[in-house]
């Protein structure tokens, strides 16, 4: 993989309050792991260049009384179509039901064996 444009962990968004652009390093696996925690939060058709790319949430995730088993299985798709991600280590997600949330957290393997740790809220 390529660097990218580094972007704030919290929000997801660059990070423009040094009047600089930082990129990702590549060689520590930050590429990856942000590109994994972007393909999570990008919903299916959002993109309008490509409308093909980003994860079924309204058809899976966002309906009454949800299948948790079919959304990890949805996810962890995802997290594997991922460019640069070798293998998935430890996946696990928490539902919560009263703010109508997922966070995922997980352990990748990357392709130049770098453990990767992301724990994200999606979408």
Known sequence: MSPDLKLDPENWDLNLS???VDLTDDASGETATQAVGVRLKLILGE???DTRLGVDYFGTAFVKNP????IEAMLQAAILDTPGIARIVSYSQIFDRAARQL???CTLLD???NTLNLQTAVP
């Open 18 to 20: 040094t009047n600089a």
């Open 47 to 49: 993109w309008f260049l």
């Open 67 to 70: 299948n948790l088993a079919a």
């Open 103 to 105: 966070t995922v957290t």
């Open 111 to 113: 392709d130049q064996g």
